[in-house]
């Protein structure tokens, strides 16, 4: 009887297989007709903010979902029938009433980018002008929170408490650069080299 044996060294590196596990599928059913746009058109107070989600490796976050909330212009909440209002007809979308809810929901693109449109936030409570954020995004067993501190004429962001308990290089990562015509530009980087500040809330 002829045997033959099989050798159990590999000659090549063995490469990790993909999960079996997928989801959860942000861009199903969570986003909303108008989720990215909570200020009209031509608002003297409206800015644009936009950026992009990366991993640990730089590469861009194809399916998160990032959540915006901001108080008005002069730091007051709002108080505004939400951006989720359904029609009670048609069962669909509503939108807003009409006035600024301060709530915005939007997917990231096939590049990891996303755009929203809303009113300029004032201070409040002794903080500078910031947007509140939390992001969910595949590989995150709890999703994230963070802000996008805006910048202003002077120097406002100094007396931010956050923004001064942290070390330059850190701070940095919770302050957007100011683009013309109202734009800002606000990358979060899951993971690596200059990781975005995240906070938890007790």
Not at 102 to 129: E, I, K, M, Q, Y
Request: net charge negative; with cysteine.
């Amino acid at each position: 009887m002829t045997t033959s044996t099989t050798s159990t060294t590999p000659t090549s590196p063995v490469l990790p297989t993909p999960s079996h596990t997928v989801g959860p599928f942000y861009g199903y059913a969570l986003p909303f007709p108008g989720g990215a746009e909570t200020a009209p058109a031509g608002h003297p107070d409206a800015i644009t903010v936009h950026g992009r989600v990366s991993d640990g490796r730089g590469a861009p976050v194809p399916d998160a979902l990032l959540e915006f909330w901001g108080p008005g212009p002069e730091g007051q909440l709002p108080s505004a029938a939400g951006s989720l209002r359904r029609d009670p007809v048609t069962g669909g979308f509503a939108g807003p009433v009409g006035d600024f809810t301060g709530f915005c929901r939007v997917p990231t693109d096939s590049d990891g980018h996303w755009s929203v449109r809303t009113l300029r936030p004032g201070a409040r409570g002794g903080n500078a002008p910031y947007l509140s954020v939390c992001v969910f995004a595949r590989g995150l067993l709890h999703h994230l929170f963070t802000r996008v501190y805006l910048p202003e004429p002077g120097d406002t962001l100094a007396a931010d408490p956050l923004l001064a308990s942290l070390p330059p290089e850190r701070r940095a990562t919770l302050v957007a650069a100011a683009e013309p015509r109202a734009g800002y530009r606000f990358d979060i980087r899951l993971q690596g080299e200059a990781e975005t500040v995240f906070l938890e809330f007790v």
